[in-house]
């Protein structure tokens, strides 16, 4: 089996601050990590994807996200916040062995004007 | 904009009634899922297809049954609803399988009184 856990339920940053959203998983072997993000009445839509090379991940709308294979980590970042990304946001894994996707529980982001 | 539609968006029905829930994509993809996302927001799979006549149950169980007769039409089917089936169901495709990035539908949120 394989898990992700998202330790925080929400998350709460001032407007122009820095953010993080914290991940850790749990897979066999070599995980493919993704970050999705849900706004209200909305699906899910993709936001970055980790699978090989550089640990350090570019995505959609400024945000990027750090894979350290130590620390079973994939933190979710952006250098300044924004109110528009107030959302929920969703780390998940995916492995080989496994075969199907695992979501986290989800992170609430609040962006603070 | 991910082309893959849901309906209905919003549903409320009695106890004990037969409720179909849509979902298309025109994407072409041949991998389609359905997730239940709890109020708590947790995403849970429920079923999900390989393509034209393959479905498989997902890690959730759950009563709804769902047919693959078209790569672009995946809906799913509860025979007769009870409250404890009230939450938000997501579609989503993807090609190549679970490893990629999966495009999601706005979601049909049910209600059964």
Same mark, same amino acid.
């Given at each position: ?42 699906? !899910?839509? /993709?936001?970055?994807? =980790?699978?090989? *090379?550089?640990?350090? @991940?570019?995505?959609?709308? &400024? ?24 959302? !929920?946001? /969703?780390?998940?894994? =995916?492995?080989? *062995?496994?075969?199907? @996707?695992?979501?986290?529980? &989800? ?7 | ?113």
């Amino acid at each position: 089996a394989q898990s992700v856990a998202q330790p925080e339920d929400q998350v709460n940053v001032a407007e122009g601050n820095p953010l993080t959203v914290k991940c850790t998983y749990s897979v066999s072997g070599n995980p493919y990590l993704f970050w999705y993000v849900q706004y209200p009445n909305r699906g !899910l839509q /993709f936001l970055l994807k =980790y699978i090989t *090379g550089d640990n350090l @991940v570019k995505g959609s709308y &400024g945000f990027e996200a750090e894979f350290n294979k130590s620390q079973t980590s994939f933190h979710l970042k952006k250098p300044s916040a924004l109110v528009s990304d107030s959302a !929920l946001y /969703f780390c998940a894994a =995916y492995s080989g *062995g496994y075969q199907k @996707v695992t979501f986290g529980t &989800g992170t609430k982001l609040q962006v603070i004007p | 904009e991910a082309d893959i539609y849901q309906t209905p968006r919003y549903l409320v029905i009695g106890t004990g009634k037969k409720i179909t829930l849509e979902c298309s994509q025109t994407m072409g993809h041949d991998k389609m899922y359905w997730y239940q996302q709890d109020p708590g927001m947790e995403l849970h799979l429920i079923h999900y297809s390989y393509g034209v006549n393959s479905t498989e149950k997902g890690d959730l169980s759950s009563e709804s049954t769902v047919s693959r007769i078209r790569t672009e039409h995946f809906p799913l089917t509860l025979e007769s609803a009870r409250p404890s089936h009230t939450s938000q169901y997501l579609c989503a495709s993807s090609v190549g399988g679970a490893k990629n990035i999966q495009y999601f539908g706005a979601g049909t949120r049910l209600s059964v009184l």
